[in-house]
Structures are given as C-alpha cells and as structure tokens.
C-alpha cells in the first residue's frame, strides 16, 4: 500500500469517526472518555493524522454506539472500486 494511500484511508476513517460523533451531540472529550483513550488522541484520528490500532477501532466504535462494519459501511470509509 502506497503512502498515499494509507493516508487517504486515515483520513476517511477520521472523517467517520467525527461525522458519527457529531450524530451523538458528542464532544472529543466525552467520546475520549467513552472509549478510555486521551482527547488528543482522537483529534489526532479525527484528523487523519493516526492509524489507529484494531482495538482502539473497537473502543472507538463502542463508544460511539455503532458496530464496527456499520461504521465502514455507512460513513464512506470503504471506497468502491
């Protein structure tokens, strides 16, 4: 997998995470405390700027209500080729 495109696949993830978060009228802190992880940490995801570990994908979906393939499947992280 090229740079590129582990980056755009950060991005997009990003992107999910805080479209869903923003569905639940959450803030970065109240979802950090949610999934037991630091705020800064998922602004970090929420900005792309991370890959997140499998678990912390779990922790994260968790927290925001929503299984882990709803949350590839419904917020355009997959891309159709």
């Known amino acids: 997998m090229s ?17 869903r978060r923003r569905e639940l009228d959450l803030s970065q802190e109240k ?14 995801i929420e900005r792309g ?3 997140p ?3 912390n994908i779990d922790k994260l979906a968790k927290a925001l209500e ?3 393939s709803a949350l590839f499947a419904n917020y355009g992280i997959e891309v159709k080729e």
Do not use: C, D, P, V
Not at 9 to 15: A, D, S, T
Not at 35 to 44: D, M, P, Q
């Open 3 to 19: 740079k590129e495109s582990k980056l755009e696949i950060n991005q997009r993830f990003g992107k999910a995470i805080r479209r």
């Open 31 to 44: 979802l950090a405390e949610r999934a037991e992880l630091h705020r800064t940490y998922i602004s970090s």
């Open 49 to 51: 700027k991370l890959n």
């Open 53 to 55: 570990s499998l678990e």
């Open 66 to 68: 929503i299984s882990i």
